[in-house]
């Protein structure tokens, strides 16, 4: 089994940054191909970013592209999302997520973490 948890989540004002970290144990992460999702009070679970195994390609969602970056640091076992210039439609729980596939849709992840809040004030 493997387990990931999010750290990195708080209160920011609109326009600031912040960084999410998803450690992941009982596996190598560098086995699969890792993502971010997020989720706000009643809205489904969104996909808003993905990387692949070797770290070569990612993906993301039009509403964050050139604002968020998401990366990954093996040594470590953990996976990153840098959120720049963030929104208050940005506010959501934020969830990290491990794959054997490559994809965006979050049926194809079978391991996720407990969740971070991220609130972004207007």
């Known amino acids: 089994q493997m387990q990931l948890v999010e750290s990195g989540g708080g209160l920011v004002e609109a326009g600031g940054s912040l960084r999410l970290s998803c450690t992941a144990s009982?596996?190598?992460?560098?086995?699969?191909?890792a993502g971010w999702f997020r989720q706000a009070p009643g809205k489904d679970r969104e996909f808003v970013a993905v990387?692949?195994?070797?770290?070569?390609?990612?993906a993301y969602a039009d509403s964050v592209k050139g604002r968020f970056t998401i990366s990954r640091d093996d040594a470590k076992n953990t996976v990153y999302l840098q959120m720049n210039s963030l929104k208050p439609e940005d506010t959501a729980v934020y969830y990290c997520a491990a794959s054997t596939n490559w994809g965006v849709n979050r049926n194809e992840y079978a391991y996720w973490g407990q969740g971070t809040q991220v609130t972004v004030s207007s």
């Open positions: 009982g596996r190598t992460f560098r086995s699969y191909t």
């Open positions: 990387i692949n195994r070797s770290g070569s390609s990612t």
